[in-house]
Structure formats: C-alpha cells, structure tokens
C-alpha cells in the first residue's frame, strides 16, 4: 500500500510538472504573438509615414515659383520683343523691316512656336499651385496665340494700307484687347505671389497702347 501512494504521489507531481511546462510554454507563445504583432504594426506605421508627402518650407515654394516664373519669361520673351521690334519699325517708317518683323513676330506668336507649346504645358511647381498659379501659363498662352497674333495681322494691313482708316481702327482695339488680357495675366501672378509672401515681379508682356500712342 505505501508503495501505491508514493507511486501516486510521483505520477500526481509529474502531471503538475507537465501541466506548468505547457502553461509556460502557452505563455511564451502568447508574448511572442504580441511582440510579432507590435512589430509589424510599428512596421507598418513607419511605411505609412515614409509614404506622407513633406510640405516645402515656405522659402523652397517661393524659390520653386520664381523658378517657374523665370521659365515662363524665357517662353514668351520671342513674342514679346518680336511685337515690340515690329511697332518700332512701323513707327520709324522702315516699311520693309516692318512687315518682315511682323511676319517674324506673328510667328513667334503663335502656337506653332515651340516657346508657346511649352508655355501652354507649363503647371507651377506642386507646392507652390494656387487657382491663380494654375490659370497663368494658360492666359499667358492665349495673350500670345490669340490676341497678339490677331494684333499683328491688323498691323500687317496697316503696313500695307497705312490710310485705312478702318485697319487702323482694327489695329487699335486689338491692341486694346492684348492690353486687357495682359492686366488678366499680371493679376494672376499678382495673387499668386501674395499668397507666396513674394514681393511685386510681372510677366514681361509687351503693353501696346503707350507703343500705338507715342506712334500716332
């Protein structure tokens, strides 16, 4: 009989043995899930936040635009001399130099100049965008390809026909119209560096009536 007991009481103490082994064994599972999970949640939050866009500072937005404007001068630089270059030789009476400048200007005018191809694709750096950084090089374009080029054929029928009243009349509200949409280009960068914190640049557009004026 004591032989029994000790045997029972060396198996009870061996299945209390086992049964703390495995409850260990459980518990250790159960902190290496956690740890697992934690890691890969910190993982994932790393890569959300390495995925985040970094906003510029304020001085890197405003050298992106000015960038961007400095780009925009060198697409409608041809134009806007060519215009100029045209007027100043009709009003010095060289008729010859007149048309072929105004020929010449029509074409860097137009869209089929690549200056204005690229300015029409031009888009302000993303974090310098604004509605009125958005809509500049597209009303600089239709300055360029629309208003100054219809200008410069009037002026062409003025060359040919200087006493026309007609042409000239043609010639002056066109160029009253190129005048009015340059205003619309000038407020636009206006508002767009106001909001930059930028001080007062324009767009070099050529602005005709004082031009048409001191020519009369």
């Known amino acids: 009989m004591a032989l029994s007991a ?129 809509r500049i090089a597209p009303t600089a374009t239709k300055w360029a390809d629309a208003d100054a080029v219809s200008f410069l054929r009037d002026l062409r029928v003025v060359i040919s026909s200087p006493g026309d009243p007609l042409a000239k009349r043609a010639l002056l509200a066109d160029g009253a119209r190129l005048d009015r949409e340059r205003a619309v280009v000038e407020g636009l960068v206006a508002s767009a560096e106001s909001g930059l914190g930028l001080p007062r640049k324009t767009l070099a557009l050529i602005e005709v009536a004082p031009l048409l004026e001191g020519g009369r």
Request: proline share 3%; glycine share 4%; charged share 20%.
């Open 6 to 134: 000790n045997r029972a009481r060396r198996a009870t103490a061996s299945d209390v043995l086992v049964a703390d082994e495995a409850n260990a064994t459980a518990r250790w599972y159960e902190r290496a899930r956690w740890w697992l999970a934690a890691g890969v949640a910190a993982l994932a939050v790393v890569a959300v936040a390495s995925d985040l866009p970094t906003r510029a500072s304020r001085s890197d937005r405003q050298s992106g635009f000015s960038s961007w404007m400095a780009t925009l001068e060198q697409d409608v630089a041809q134009c806007s001399g060519g215009i100029h270059d045209a007027l100043a030789a009709h009003f010095s009476l060289q008729v010859s130099l007149a048309r072929t400048y105004t020929d010449q200007a029509i074409n860097d005018c137009a869209f089929t100049n690549s200056a204005i191809v690229d300015l029409g694709g031009e888009q302000p750096p993303a974090d310098a965008s604004s509605p009125a950084a958005d």
